[in-house]
């Protein structure tokens, strides 16, 4: 478990400018390269509940600076959650045809990194983030 927070490994890369075809080409490598971690996190290796507070607690652990993670990472973490962690979890369930499972996985997922980072984010599929990058980022920045 605690070695699956290697899926932070490349996440400042990862998340550099992103428009949509790079956004897609990003999810890719993600994907290829941590799929082990992200089945696991996903829980789609085992029946046994997967351990999300220590997952989320070696998150905290790895970025904490004087006991506490600063505000600008918590927000890079958590993009990085919404853009890549949750997506790969949901796609991962659905080419497993174990789609209940991983939307599970991520709401548990959610609710622990919510409470450990003081945040109020939300998940959302691939698709749905793909179909966002069409004519403007967020509504406000054109991507092309």
Known sequence: MKEDIRVFNDYEILMKNLKRAKYIK?????????????????????????????????????????????????????????YFLFPAMLLAGKDADMNEKAKESCDSLLETWNKKFEMDIKYIDYNTLIAGFNDKMFGIFKTS
């Open 26 to 82: 990003n999810m890719e490598v993600f994907k290829e390269k941590y799929a082990g971690e992200i089945r696991s996190i996903t829980g789609l290796e085992t029946s046994e509940r997967y351990d999300y507070e220590g997952f989320v607690e070696s998150v905290f652990e790895r970025y904490k600076f004087m006991g506490k993670v600063g505000k600008l990472k918590k927000h890079d973490l958590s993009l990085f959650m919404i």
